[in-house]
């Protein structure tokens, strides 16, 4: 019995002292986690409840952490201690952190402590740790690092370390992720990384480092060298297979296609923003310039194995020739960026067909010629051209690609061919157009700013194009059956600054249109009488319109949603539908309504008034007794014509029968 009684003495101790510390706390309790973060803390406090397993102290006023309170919680798991001052730590602090896995000391004055050059102490169980933003410098890391058994990611992100030695980690031999990425490191020293055997992901970004000429850690998976200053990357070749599936060499300035090893992995290779020249592996000068003269692919690529490479970025360089050749060994390549580069032709043979490509990416270039073989790109689905010369191509260089669903061809010279019966059975056509119908797989469709002077009958007919991109070709002639075919399936249509004054089409035929894009021309009117119209968002802005139509508005009323009208000649006294939408239909949105005005006349002046403030009664008047006075004007006209015109044929009646009176 009394063993009982001690028991629920023990509890009722325990429970009360677990309400007293969330009482006189400043901080939230949920479940084993507390959070003191953001409370102008200076110390930590000193009554929490036991057993808890994640302490957030972060943005605080921490300075100091000392053994006589840190040791209390040892049950935690994670410790954030990020963004405070902290700027002494009493040498094996953490030791008594069994359990502590996580620890968060970014952001802190770490660099004060180091000064002093004390090693901070064992860090038992610690895997993560973070002493990003600290203003470390070189060495400094290493009091932190010479006895953590366990620890596996680190981050020294935002510090100011200029060289990495082979010392550094050695007491972090677990280490699986170390991210370095924005110091200043210069050097790295010969086999710094080598003995971290489980080292699998490496961020380097974002430093000043010129040359990696021996790398050779085999088993990393992950390298981040962007934004460097590199100018050669070479890997040692070795008898065993490389791991390495992502390189990011982005951002440095390489001339030469970096030698990779034979065997690897590779999946993700990103060489955008160097100065790539070619893709000639050499790293020789005077090498490269012979095999200018005389390329063979396999002497310049071929060693080189990208078997299981899926993406590869080289825009924004100098390339001005990609041979056929160096795609051979891609088989399962998906995506490939060439874009910003200085291509003028551009093919893809039988011999390296890139059939496992989806999208190929060869926008601003200098292309004059394309062509694609038959049986090559046979995944391709997205296909950028936009920014070239491109101006003559085969006519159904689209029609061999059997999966193609984006056409970004804008900003070139193209024209549209007009099909005919032949199209069926692809016969080949006279270079000088393109043949956009009977491509059952295409949805989108840009030609903007192409310098197109006509969109012919049935251009699309056979392909179920979702969006069409027309815009800024100035003088652009739409046939009354340019759409013909895409009644069913478009969606969105931009016929923006083509200077149009009549549409020849009813838009409102294309039953499943939501989006209309038909700003910066010069249309009067906007017939629209097909009912099923589905039409939501509609953009009028700086046309000549005067009156949307009665007939249009009970069209768009239904599907409407969104209108922009700025910047038309809009007449406040006849577009009574129009200011009722405006007033009285909230559904309708309409964006850009301080900038929709519309005209009235008072005093024989035109006024300019935003459409809002349109009150028919008042402004409306005077124009209503003027049309009344025009009225009454020519109805006397017309009256006193009707009455001399009868006057006259009475008189000439009387004069004849005068006449006949007198008669021998």
């Keep these: 019995m009394g063993a009982c009684a001690w028991l629920v003495l023990v509890i009722v101790n325990e429970v009360a002292a677990l309400l007293y510390a969330q009482q006189s706390s400043p901080c939230e309790v949920v479940q084993t986690d507390v959070f003191c973060n953001n409370k102008n803390l200076r110390s930590i406090p000193g009554r929490l409840p036991p057993g808890i397993q994640k302490l957030d102290l972060s943005r605080n006023l921490l300075q100091n952490l000392t053994h006589e309170v840190l040791s209390v919680y040892n049950t935690v798991h994670h410790l954030n201690l990020h963004s405070n001052k902290i700027h002494f730590i009493q040498p094996g602090v953490f030791r008594a952190l069994t359990n502590l896995q996580v620890l968060d000391l970014s952001e802190n004055n770490l660099d004060v402590f180091a000064a002093l050059k004390t090693d901070v102490?064992?860090?038992?169980?610690?895997?993560?740790?973070?002493?990003?933003?600290?203003?470390?410098?070189t060495g400094m890391s290493d009091y932190f690092l010479r006895d953590a058994p366990a620890l596996k990611n680190l981050s020294?992100?935002?510090?100011?370390?200029?060289?990495?030695?082979?010392?550094?980690?050695t007491g972090s031999s677990a280490l699986r992720k170390i991210d370095l990425h924005n110091n200043v490191i210069l050097e790295i020293t010969e086999g710094a990384f080598e003995y971290l055997n489980d080292l699998s992901d490496l961020d380097l970004s974002m430093n000043s480092i010129t040359c990696i000429t021996d790398f050779n850690l085999c088993r990393l998976k992950l390298l981040n060298l962007s934004k460097n200053s590199l100018e050669l990357f070479q890997a040692v070749e070795l008898d065993r297979e490389y791991e390495l599936l992502y390189l990011d060499l982005r951002e440095n300035k390489i001339p030469y296609f970096p030698i990779l090893p034979k065997m690897s992995r590779l999946m993700y290779l990103d060489l955008s923003r160097n100065r790539l020249r070619d893709v000639n592996t050499s790293g020789n000068a005077e090498e490269d310039l012979m095999s200018e003269r005389s390329f063979k692919g396999h002497q310049r690529v071929g060693h080189q194995d990208f078997s299981q490479l899926l993406y590869l970025d080289m825009s924004f360089n100098q390339i001005k020739s990609l041979p056929s050749l160096f795609f051979s060994s891609m088989m399962f390549l998906e995506t490939l960026n060439v874009s910003n580069n200085c291509l003028e032709a551009f093919s893809v043979t039988q011999e390296a067909p890139l059939n496992g490509l989806k999208t190929l990416?060869?926008?601003?270039?200098?292309?004059?010629?394309?062509?694609?073989?038959?049986?090559?790109?046979?995944?391709?689905?997205?296909?950028?051209?936009?920014?070239?010369?491109?101006?003559?191509?085969?006519?159904?260089?689209?029609?061999?690609?059997?999966?193609?669903?984006?056409?970004?061809?804008?900003?070139?010279?193209?024209?549209?061919?007009?099909?005919?019966?032949?199209?069926?059975?692809?016969?080949p056509r006279p270079h000088g157009c393109v043949s956009l119908s009977s491509i059952p797989t295409l949805k989108y469709v840009s030609l903007a700013d192409n310098s197109l002077r006509i969109v012919p009958q049935n251009a699309f007919r056979g392909s179920p194009v979702q969006v069409l991109d027309l815009s800024n070709n100035p003088g652009l002639y739409l046939h009354k059956n340019a759409f013909s075919g895409l009644e069913t399936s478009l969606t969105h249509l931009s016929l923006q600054e083509n200077h149009l004054h009549t549409l020849n089409t009813d838009l409102s035929f294309l039953t499943s249109l939501r989006v209309v894009n038909l700003s910066m021309n010069r249309l009067t009117s906007l017939p629209?009488?097909?009912?099923?119209?589905?039409?939501?968002?509609?953009?009028?802005?700086?046309?000549?319109?005067?009156?949307?139509?009665?007939?249009?508005?009970?069209?768009?009323?239904r599907t409407l949603k969104t209108l922009y009208m700025g910047l038309n000649p809009l007449s406040c006294c006849s577009n009574g539908r129009f200011l009722d939408m405006v007033k009285g239909k909230p559904s309708v949105e309409i964006p850009d309504l301080a900038s929709v005005t519309c005209q009235y006349t008072l005093d024989s002046n035109e006024v300019e008034i935003n459409i809002l403030d349109v009150v028919e009664d008042h402004h409306c008047k005077s124009l209503d007794l003027k049309t009344l006075n025009i009225v009454i004007i020519v109805a006397s006209g017309v009256g006193l014509i009707v009455t001399l015109v009868v006057v006259f044929k009475l008189c000439h009646r009387r004069r004849r029968r005068h006449n006949s009176s007198f008669k021998a």
């Design 528 to 557: 629209l009488r097909n009912k099923e119209s589905s039409i939501e968002l509609l953009n009028l802005q700086n046309n000549s319109l005067v009156t949307l139509e009665h007939n249009t508005l009970e069209v768009l009323e």
């Design 361 to 427: 990416d060869l926008s601003f270039n200098a292309l004059q010629e394309l062509s694609f073989e038959q049986n090559t790109l046979l995944s391709l689905e997205a296909l950028y051209l936009q920014g070239n010369y491109l101006g003559t191509a085969d006519s159904h260089l689209f029609h061999r690609l059997p999966y193609i669903r984006e056409l970004h061809l804008q900003q070139n010279y193209l024209r549209i061919c007009e099909p005919h019966a032949s199209e069926i059975s692809h016969k």
């Design 121 to 137: 102490g064992r860090l038992p169980s610690v895997e993560s740790l973070d002493l990003s933003g600290n203003g470390l410098y």
């Design 156 to 169: 020294l992100d935002g510090n100011s370390i200029t060289m990495i030695d082979n010392g550094t980690f």
